[in-house]
């Protein structure tokens, strides 16, 4: 049964932008933290951004700080990943998970519902 289902990938030049959504069955969504990860091709899957309940908690990896935005919409189900001057280095499957946590989590390992991923892929 699937829970979460990622949308907005696709194919941009370098300094553009995309808009990832992430929709989730209330199951999964309902007062859950979410967290967008993403993973390139031979890498390890990385922690990118984590957002409460609440979405007063916003929390990024260094990397991109100032240009990804997270929020979310919980009377739609649904999180967003807004991506602002994408750079070729941002190319990856980029997934959304949820987590019961109440702090922040950047250990793939403490979510517990996954989608199945949308590529992004960023021309120079």
């Known amino acids: 049964q699937v829970q979460l289902v990622e949308s907005g990938g696709g194919l941009v030049q370098a300094g553009g932008s995309l808009r990832l959504s992430c929709a989730g069955s209330?199951?999964?969504?309902?007062?859950?933290?979410m967290g967008w990860f993403r993973q390139a091709p031979g890498k390890e899957r990385e922690f990118v951004a984590f957002?409460?309940?609440?979405?007063?908690?916003?929390y990024y990896t260094d990397s991109v700080k100032g240009r990804f935005t997270i929020s979310r919409a919980n009377a739609e189900n649904t999180v967003y990943l807004q991506m602002n001057s994408l750079k070729p280095e941002d190319t990856a499957v980029y997934y959304c998970?949820?987590?019961?946590?109440?702090?922040?989590?950047?250990?793939?390992?403490?979510?517990?519902?996954w989608g199945q991923g949308t590529q992004v892929t960023v021309s120079s």
């Open positions: 998970a949820a987590t019961r946590s109440t702090s922040i989590i950047t250990a793939a390992t403490m979510y517990d519902y």
């Open positions: 209330t199951r999964a969504f309902n007062n859950r933290a």
């Open positions: 957002i409460s309940w609440s979405a007063i908690t916003k």
